[in-house]
């Protein structure tokens, strides 16, 4: 296998609900890679994209509408889906196929249009497609899931409402400095343990809504185009993983789940970081600066422990102490999370991997960590979805 | 629960009243010994030989292992002739079964909820059809001390 470098990255800020379509979003941030990459259209040789589901024909065929903007030029052009995992399964598919020397260089984007209102069921088939299920019987927005889930964790450990809403503090703060996030407002603690419950116990301000958006990078192993980058980011491994048998997690849209684990929790994600460990020869104590999803509070702290930086139940100390902050041992989301953004199923994974690689760039301002050299960005989609990618500089 | 002639599931295959007690209806896989609800949610150990799967009716009652309150109204396809929110929504253990299963909370002081407690399994009517049946999904309600 090649090594496999990123020269290029452009983002569509977040936002809200919008008119526009789907491939406009799509066009600003690709636009964005090709100019940061200083290429030229013509030079991609194969565009692996995220699916938009609420599309249609065209996002489920958002690749092809993305090249047709740009010109065709008969390149290889897949399309995939993955929940909210998406943008890791186009960047996985870009560079294996760049490091299998299949393309010396590849496009992954998504782009996303939130659709107005609630994420809902997108089937009347019960039997075929049990989401169906939930919607009709059980009266659970996926923000449930997290409840439940959370529920369970502040009876196991210590995890106070404090600790939940602390998450937002700092996500609020990061997310007030990145000019690409959704909601730039700061909160104190008392803001936000003011907010009404949405689930209990997490409050409106502890879960994200969806949002539009989209992200794009280039990949290559192309000497001359890394040559010209500006600083070129090294992907030392980009995974993917499914659950496990006996993952005790309650999967959003399934209805029921193992009384008795016989697998780690969150398995997916366990399962695609300790993929990306492995290939890549980095731990955790490596790591200079991870962006996690953070979907709701309760996913910030778990996942610090289902992906190795600390055991399981001790997550709620690193953040009282100080640790996952911006100059602490290990700085979290400096981008304001998706607390700050919000969810762009097919594009999120890959804006998580810019914010790292702008982070290993030196590029995040106001909010940049001190000269990391080692990122880690994780994500999480529903029902057995999850991808890492690791970056150095 | 009402009058149980009148009631149809608004997706069959989930509850059974049949027995006189309220219960879901799951399948048992015979080889790996991994229970699914709903049935056709297969979930085998891997390796499994997958033969020998049956209908198995969970226990009327089980412990509560997780819960949350609701706040704001599900949005369609759920449908409710009267406002539930807040509604509370348990996970119950089957402890013999090794399965946790999500339902709303019916009849039950939701601020009386406290994990480990003991729910059983019942039905919540959420609106009346056109042949005046009502339509019910599967719920949990405590158990009466």
Known sequence: MRDVYIIGTGIHPWEGFSEKVFADFAAVAVNGALKDADMEWKKIQSIMAGIFIYGGNAGHLAGQYLESIFGETGIPVVNVYNACATGSAAIRMAYNSVAAGETDTALAFGADVSPKGFLTAKSDNAVQDRDVIRWKMTAMPNPVYWALECRKRMAKYDTTEQDLAQVKVLMSEYGSKNPDARFKKAYTVDEVMNSVYVCEPLRLFEICPVSTGAAAVILTANKELISKADKPVKINATTMGSSMYGDPTIRISAVSCPAVPEAPMLSESYSASRQAYEKSGIGPQDVDVLELPDNSSWHYLVYLEVCGFCKEGEADKMLRDGETKIGGKLPVNPSGGFSSHGEALSAQAIWQVIECANQLRGRCAERQVENPKVAMAQTYGLMGNSGTTILSI | ?145
């Open chain 2, 1 to 145: 629960m009402g009058n149980m002639k009148d009631m149809v599931a608004r997706i069959p295959n989930l509850v059974d009243w049949s027995t006189g007690e309220v219960r879901l209806m799951s399948a048992k896989c015979n080889s790996c010994g991994t229970y699914f609800f709903p049935k056709e949610h297969y979930q085998h150990r891997p390796g499994c030989s997958r033969e020998g799967v049956e209908d198995a009716l969970l226990p009327n009652k089980g412990k509560l292992a997780s819960y949350t309150i609701q706040h704001y109204p599900c949005p369609p396809p759920f449908k409710t002739e009267r406002n539930i929110t807040p509604y509370g929504i348990g996970l119950v253990e089957f402890e013999d079964e090794k399965i946790q299963v999500a339902g709303i909370i019916t009849d039950t002081d939701l601020k009386s909820l406290k994990l480990g407690m003991e729910m059983e399994t019942t039905t919540l009517t959420m609106f009346t059809n056109e042949e005046k049946q009502q339509v019910v999904t599967w719920a949990f309600r405590a158990v009466k001390q």
